[in-house]
C-alpha cells in the first residue's frame, strides 16, 4: 500500500467527503476515504433531518449510512484511521495516520469537518462525561425528568434543547448574547415553549459538582459581571464549532479561526489540495451545502489531475 | 394575490429552486415558487441519475418529484407559469407572470436554470422536431437502429451519445475541439465503443432534409475550412446551455455568456435579489452544486429579511 500512488485521498467521511467520493469514482479517479475520528461526521450525532432535498425526514445516521453505500459501490476505498500529519513539501503528497502508515497521493480533498466548541472554564474537564456533554442527542436519555442547563444560542442550542424537551421539562437556555443567533423556525419553536427558560447575556463561568457530577453551574452577567449558581444536573455546551484543521502544515492558509481559506470555490493555498465543508465553511454548514462543496472539490481535483497528466 | 407581499419569491422549480424552497419554508418564510417553463428543471428530461448521494441510481423525475412534495410538505406554494419581467425599481419588487399577473416580493430567488444552445445555422429551424433535437432521453426511441449525429463533445453529448445506444448501433460524435471536454468517466465509456465514430475539429454547418425530415448535415473542417455531407436520420446538438436570464432587467450583471454574476456566493448585483444553481453556475452544473447553492441563496435571503425587520 504504501508504495502504490493514490489519484485522490480524501480526510473525511461526512457528507462533504462522500460525495467528493462518489463524484471522484464515477471519475475513474479510484479514491480514498480516511474516515477519521468521527466516521460520517456530525449528522451521525444526530436523529432526524429534515432538510436533505428529497427526503422529509430521515434518521441522520441512516443518510450517511446511504451515502457511505453509494461510495463504496462505484468504488471508493475506505480506510479507518485518523490523519497526523499531511506533507505537502513533497509530490505526490504524503498523509500519515496514528497507525504509523503513511499514504502517497496525487490530489488532496480535506473534509474533516468541525467538532463542537468547549467553553474552557473550570470544572468543563473534571465533569467532562459526568454531567458536561456536547450531544444532547447521545446523552439526553439520561437527564429524563432532571434539571439540564444548554449553553448557547445558535442552532445546535435550539436543536439541543428540543430534543432534551422529550425528556424533561426543566430546561434552562444560558445565552452569551442579548437574542438567539439561530434560524428563525428553530427559535420560533424554543420561545413558545414555556417550560423552556432563557437567561440572555449569561455566561457558564464555572461547572461545579460533588466530585462525582455535576451539580451546578455558575453563570456570569457579561454586563454587571455578576455572578449566581443554577442548581443543574446537566450541562450541554453547543457553542459552535472548530474546524478540525489543527493538524495541517503552515502553508495551508486558515483563518482567525481555523477555517481553510478557499479560492475559486475550493483550492486551498497549496495547489492540488482542495478543501470542501464545514473545515472552510462557517457561514451554511448544512449537509446539503457541504455535499455541493464536496463535488466542486471531486470535479475540480480532477480537472487539476487531468492537467498534470498532459 | 396581488396585494399580499411575498416575503421570498422563487423563480424556477428545479434543485436549486426546490431547496432553496425547503429552506426558505423551513425558516418560516412562506416562499412561493413560480415553477416556469420546465416545471423541475432539466432534470426531467433525464432518466437515471447514479450522482445524487444516497441514492444509488433514481430517476431523474422521480427525484425532482420527491424534492418538490418534500418543498410542499413544509409550506410552498407553488405557481404554475413563466416569468416574463422583474422590476428592480420599485421595492417590494415585482415580478410579472406571462399570464399577466404580478406578484410582490421582498426578496426574490432566481434559479432558472439553462437550456441546451443551438447550432443556428440553416435547416435548424426547419428541421426542428423532424429529426433536430436537444434531447437524446426524449427523443432516442424514434431511431431504433437509424443513423444518428450527436453533436458536442462535453458531459451532456456523451450522455446523449450513451443513451441512443441502446437504440442503435449507427451513432457519429461531431465534436468542434481536436478532444473531447466531457469527464474521464463519460469520455471512457464512449471511446471504448467500436461502434461510435467521433469526428474531431468538425462544425455542423448546415442541416439537410426532404422538407419532411432531416436526411443529413453538411460539416466543416475547422482548419482547412473544407465540407462534407454526412447522410443521416437525426441531429442531437448537445453543445451546451445557455443561462435562462435573458428577461432580467439590466441592473442584474451578468457575464457575456448570460450567467449572473455573484458575490459572497449567492448574492446578485441587486440587493435583496439572490441566484443559485445554473443561473449563475457554469462550471459544476450538478443537481446536487444547484441544491447547495439553492440552500445558500436562502439562508442569505432569511439574513437579509431579518436585517430589514431590525
Redesign the interface.
Given at each position: 500500500m504504501k508504495d502504490s500512488i493514490i489519484p485522490v485521498l480524501i480526510i473525511g467521511s461526512g457528507?462533504a467527503g462522500?460525495?467528493a467520493a462518489?463524484?471522484a469514482a464515477?471519475?475513474?479517479?479510484t479514491p480514498t476515504v480516511i474516515e477519521g475520528k468521527k466516521p460520517g461526521g456530525q449528522l451521525i450525532g444526530t436523529t432526524y433531518v429534515?432538510?436533505?432535498?428529497?427526503?422529509?425526514r430521515i434518521l441522520g445516521p441512516a443518510?450517511m449510512q446511504?451515502?457511505r453505500?453509494?461510495a463504496e459501490?462505484?468504488g471508493t476505498e475506505f480506510i479507518a484511521g485518523n490523519v497526523t500529519k499531511v506533507d505537502d513539501t513533497q509530490k505526490p503528497f504524503a498523509v500519515t495516520l496514528d497507525t504509523g502508515t503513511t499514504f502517497h497521493a496525487h490530489a488532496i480533498i480535506l473534509a474533516m469537518g468541525a467538532e463542537p466548541k468547549r467553553l474552557n472554564c473550570p470544572g468543563e474537564d473534571k465533569y467532562w462525561g459526568k454531567g458536561v456533554s456536547t450531544c444532547a442527542v447521545c446523552d439526553g436519555t439520561f437527564y429524563k425528568d432532571k434539571k439540564v442547563i444548554v449553553v448557547g444560542g445558535g442552532d445546535s442550542a435550539m436543536e439541543a434543547a428540543s430534543f432534551l424537551r422529550s425528556y424533561t421539562d426543566k430546561i434552562t437556555i444560558v445565552h452569551i448574547l442579548e437574542k438567539l443567533t439561530a434560524?428563525?423556525?428553530m427559535q420560533?419553536r424554543i420561545l413558545k415553549d414555556p417550560t423552556i427558560k432563557v437567561i440572555y447575556a449569561h455566561t457558564v463561568s464555572a461547572i461545579e459538582g460533588n466530585n462525582e457530577k455535576v451539580t451546578g453551574v455558575v453563570i456570569t452577567d457579561q454586563k454587571t459581571k455578576a455572578s449566581q449558581k443554577i442548581e443543574t444536573d446537566g450541562a450541554f455546551i453547543t457553542i459552535g464549532l472548530k474546524p478540525n484543521t489543527d493538524f495541517l502544515p503552515a502553508p495551508l492558509e486558515r483563518d482567525q479561526w481555523g477555517y481553510l481559506k478557499v479560492h475559486d470555490?475550493t483550492k486551498t493555498s497549496v495547489e492540488g489540495i482542495f478543501a470542501a465543508g464545514d473545515v472552510q465553511d462557517f457561514?451554511?454548514r448544512?449537509a446539503?451545502?457541504?455535499?455541493?462543496?464536496?463535488?466542486?472539490a471531486a470535479?475540480d481535483a480532477?480537472r487539476y489531475l487531468?492537467a498534470l497528466r498532459k
Open positions: 457528507p462522500l460525495t462518489i463524484y464515477r471519475s475513474a479517479l429534515e432538510n436533505w432535498p428529497g427526503q422529509k443518510l446511504e451515502m453505500e453509494h459501490s462505484v434560524c428563525q423556525a420560533e470555490q457561514r451554511y448544512q446539503i451545502t457541504s455535499a455541493g462543496s464536496g463535488c466542486m470535479l480532477e487531468s
